[in-house]
């Protein structure tokens, strides 16, 4: 039976994500986790976890996507719908609108 590492799930965050870089991006990284003044974990998550996502892609994955927006807001139309799911099926195809307004942008 192999020896468990008890100290290992004591921590806060047990888990290690690691990746490699080259020498040019790990002094550009220690620059600017040196400037930022903070250490490395918390720069870290900062940076990967309170930052805004943009999708970018090409105009052929850009019009795939619209068509299935387009698709999804059909097929939340009000048809036949009982009373108990007619405000969730509203809330998604304003939803759905939302997005479509984002991608004619």
């Known amino acids: 039976m192999p020896k468990q590492k008890t100290k290992q799930y ?9 990746f490699r870089v080259s020498a040019q991006e790990l002094a550009a990284i ?7 003044g903070k250490n490395k974990a918390t720069f870290f998550l900062d940076s990967l976890l309170h ?3 943009e999708i970018t892609a ?8 619209s068509l299935e927006v387009k698709r999804l807001a059909n097929a939340l139309e009000m048809k ?3 009373d108990e799911i007619r405000d969730l099926l ?5 939803l759905v609108c939302q997005l479509i307004s984002l991608l004619k942008k």
Do not use: M, T
């Open 80 to 82: 036949d719908v009982k």
């Open 30 to 36: 220690k620059e600017r986790v040196f400037l930022s």
């Open 10 to 18: 004591q921590r806060k965050r047990p888990i290690v994500v690691a």
């Open 58 to 65: 090409g105009k052929f994955a850009s019009d795939r996507l």
């Open 51 to 53: 930052q805004k996502i």
């Open 90 to 94: 509203l809330e998604c195809r304003e």
